[in-house]
């Protein structure tokens, strides 16, 4: 049992080194040894509203990254992506490589393992856990998507393109599958600019029908951020920005890791 807590509570210390005051972070440690389990790490974090994590945790070195181009992705979903990408670093005049305006996210199948100091923490708290749009086995068949951001902008635009098993009326996207990428891609981008975050509210307008297995852009921008409160607005168009499928805006509130881990 002690062998263990020293684990989670070096895990617990990566995570939270960063931003943790000093006295908070040796406070934390007198709670949790020797007798360390499992609830009191919880309401230890929980307890704490001052922690915050690097913008966006994951690199993307490491294992499978799901926003990187697959043989499902079909020509302008490939295409719109090299648009991004390519602006994601730029070349000076002397051959310099710079970092550009656009930032690929990397995306993993379980979001706790492969956040930094989560690989111990999800064995005990998720084991068996999986980010569900990034575990639909066949390629291209459920949720094919990229984020980018564009971080002096504050912006932010996925590729998307919809696979057969998320059919709703016939031949048609259904309205959850749409609700669940404008969730995932408003919240990666609040979690980009606020850290941790959870969706308070998403208000949807549906507009016009998203054909299935078609590649649409979501675009998500800053209404507000005032304290707590992370307020985007989202809207999905075709790929080339004339039709308007969805709009949507959304609440995100900032919450300490503890929340996040309930
Ligand atoms: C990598 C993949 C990314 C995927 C991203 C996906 C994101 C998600 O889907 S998260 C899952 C779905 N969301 C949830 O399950 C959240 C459930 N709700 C909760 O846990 C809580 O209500 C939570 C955390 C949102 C807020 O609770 P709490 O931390 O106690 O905040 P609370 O003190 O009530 O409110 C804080 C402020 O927000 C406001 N607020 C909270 N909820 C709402 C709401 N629904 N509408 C309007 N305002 C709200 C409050 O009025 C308050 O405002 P003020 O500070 O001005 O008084």
């Known amino acids: 049992m002690l062998g263990r807590g020293l684990q989670m509570t070096r895990v617990i210390c990566r995570l939270m080194s960063r931003k943790l005051s000093a006295g908070l972070h040796r406070n934390i440690l007198k709670n949790m040894h020797p007798s360390i389990d499992i609830w009191s790490v919880r309401s230890s974090l929980k307890n704490i509203r001052s922690v915050t994590m690097a913008p966006w945790p994951f690199s993307s070195s490491g294992p499978r990254d799901y926003s990187l181009p697959n043989p499902s992705w079909r020509s302008e979903m490939q295409r719109l992506y090299e648009h991004y990408n390519s602006m994601c670093e730029v070349e000076t005049e002397g051959g310099e490589k710079l970092k550009g305006p656009w930032i690929r996210l990397a995306s993993y199948n379980r979001a706790l393992k492969y956040a930094p100091g989560g690989q111990c923490l999800s064995k005990f708290l998720q084991a068996k856990a999986r980010l569900f749009t990034r575990n639909i086995e066949e390629q291209g068949a459920g949720f094919e998507y990229v984020v980018f951001v564009n971080k002096q902008e504050k ?108």
Do not use: W
């Open 155 to 262: 912006t932010c635009v996925c590729v998307f393109q919809a696979g057969h098993l998320l059919e709703g009326p016939p031949g048609l996207v259904h309205g959850g599958a749409i609700a669940t990428i404008m969730d995932s891609v408003t919240g990666t981008h609040a979690a980009y600019l606020s850290g941790p975050v959870m969706t308070a509210n998403l208000t949807i307008n549906y507009r016009s029908p998203i054909p299935l297995g078609s590649v649409v852009l979501v675009h998500s921008s800053v209404g507000e951020i005032d304290g707590r409160k992370t307020l985007l607005s989202c809207q999905v168009t075709s790929s080339d920005g004339s039709k308007l499928h969805t709009e949507a805006t959304g609440l995100f509130i900032s919450v300490s890791v503890g929340n996040l881990l309930m």
